[in-house]
């Protein structure tokens, strides 16, 4: 079996023009040689191109990648992350099945748990990941999926991957793991026990800033339901994009290392400043899992959260102070990039939802790109000292 990157490089459509680079499809539907030919396809008798909310060639390389990258046997791309959390939930539970879910999770994965699936008659229990040995209590005659995010985003709390499999094992659970914020390169939950795997690729699988996708991965029975219910509802992916995320793979990993390196070193040069309350990272020895970080973890990933002294007030003058470092929404960017959780990202959750997964008013979530670590430093340290 080949290594990570040469399988993100090397694998490829390959077609009779016999082309160096894979091209982009951009076509709404596929020819068949004859009606029967497509009374076959329609007929899942014989594997093919058909139409391309089902399938695509652009589409088929990059689920291939990250299949291989995760060590699962299928997936579906879909138009953003979002679309593969919701697709990864509403293919597989019913009216009436429940979900227990780590608290810590992203803000609309939490309004799809609190707001959305509940019109369904899908229900939901939070645990707490300090907690998560008393489990067991929560677990409900109806339960039927583990939802975990490890790293959580935004506070960076890390979920034991080798409890979680045993634990869904035991109370025979879909274990479905958020895998976006770690990338197949840093960690591969599959080889831990889970059944989905999920991903914004919109973040570090694109790299760049430019498109959105979602991918969800996994056990092939359990792909198949998901793919009955993409090829119905429809949220598939443009051509255009899952060319661009199939392209981006391939530097996937040299970009990794470099995220995972920046991070590192502006986390524990900010883990003495006085005026920060808190730095968080996976790989610093203060992280509160860190053991548990370096056991299921190639590096520590590209996001680091601050809590600047000052809460509210002060974390908005640090942000307005910044020179290079964008302020948007977006993480997993080349360009190094900050974001209030509190006021953006997980603005909808109330003040104490907020409370119990540690997101304080002067936290902010730094995504680390991929500039020299010296400029993001001076940026960085330039505005905790002007926002005094």
Same mark, same amino acid.
């Given at each position: ?6 399988? %993100? ?9 016999? &082309?160096?680079?894979?091209? =982009? ?9 004859? %009606? +029967? ?7 899942? +008798? ?16 990059? =689920? &291939?990648?990250?299949? /291989?990258? *995760?060590?699962? &046997? ?12 919701? @697709? ?19 803000? #609309? ?42 790293? $959580? ?8 991957? +080798? ?6 094992? %035991? ?53 198949? *339901? ?19 995320? #199939? ?17 590192? !070193?502006?986390?524990?040069?900010? *883990?003495?400043?006085? *005026? ?8 610093? !020895? ?27 007030? /002060? ?16 993480? @997993?960017?080349? /360009? ?10 997980? #603005?909808?959750? $109330?003040? &104490? ?11 902010? /979530? ?23």
């Amino acid at each position: 079996m080949s290594h990570f990157e040469t399988d %993100a490089i090397r694998i490829q459509h390959r077609s009779d023009v016999k &082309e160096h680079s894979s091209p =982009i499809f951009l076509t709404s539907s596929f020819t068949f040689e004859s %009606a +029967e030919e497509a009374r076959a396809m329609f007929a899942d +008798e014989i594997q093919g191109n058909i139409y391309s909310r089902y399938s695509n060639p652009n589409s088929s390389d990059l =689920i &291939e990648k990250v299949c /291989r990258a *995760e060590g699962t &046997e299928d997936g579906i791309a879909t138009a953003s992350g979002m679309a593969a959390m919701f @697709g990864s939930i509403a293919s597989i539970l019913q009216q009436g099945d429940h979900i227990l879910a780590s608290r810590s999770l992203f803000g #609309s994965t939490h309004q799809l748990l609190t707001r959305v699936f509940p019109k369904w008659g899908i229900t939901s229990t939070y645990g707490d990941i300090a907690d998560c040995q008393n489990w067991d209590r929560l677990v409900q005659p109806n339960t039927k999926m583990l939802f975990l995010e490890t790293p $959580s985003n935004p506070g960076l709390e890390i979920i034991d991957l +080798e409890w979680a499999g045993k634990f869904a094992a %035991a109370h025979n659970l879909i274990l479905v793991v958020d895998n976006c914020f770690a990338t197949p390169y840093l960690q591969q939950p599959a080889k831990w026990g889970a059944h989905i795997v999920t991903h914004s690729a919109t973040k570090y699988i694109d790299g760049q800033g430019r498109v959105l996708g979602g991918l969800i991965l996994g056990k092939k029975e359990l792909i198949k *339901e998901v793919q009955f219910f993409t090829r119905h509802t429809g949220p598939s992916i443009s051509p255009f994009n899952a060319w661009i995320l #199939s392209k981006s793979m391939e530097t996937l990993a040299v970009r990794m290392d470099r995220h995972c390196e920046n991070a590192l !070193k502006v986390a524990t040069y900010f *883990e003495g400043n006085s *005026e920060i309350e808190t730095v968080r990272y996976p790989f610093l !020895k203060s992280h509160p899992q860190h053991d548990l970080a370096l056991k299921q973890m190639k590096a520590g990933g590209g996001i680091i959260t601050l809590t600047l002294k000052g809460g509210l007030a /002060r974390a908005q003058r640090f942000i307005d102070q910044l020179q290079m470092i964008s302020i948007t929404p977006n993480l @997993g960017d080349s /360009r190094s990039i900050i974001t209030h959780p509190a006021s953006t990202t997980h #603005s909808k959750l $109330s003040p &104490e939802e907020r409370a119990q997964v540690g997101i304080k008013d002067g936290l902010v /979530r730094l995504s680390v790109g991929l500039e020299h670590y010296e400029d993001i430093l001076k940026d960085v340290e330039n505005a905790i000292e002007k926002s005094k």
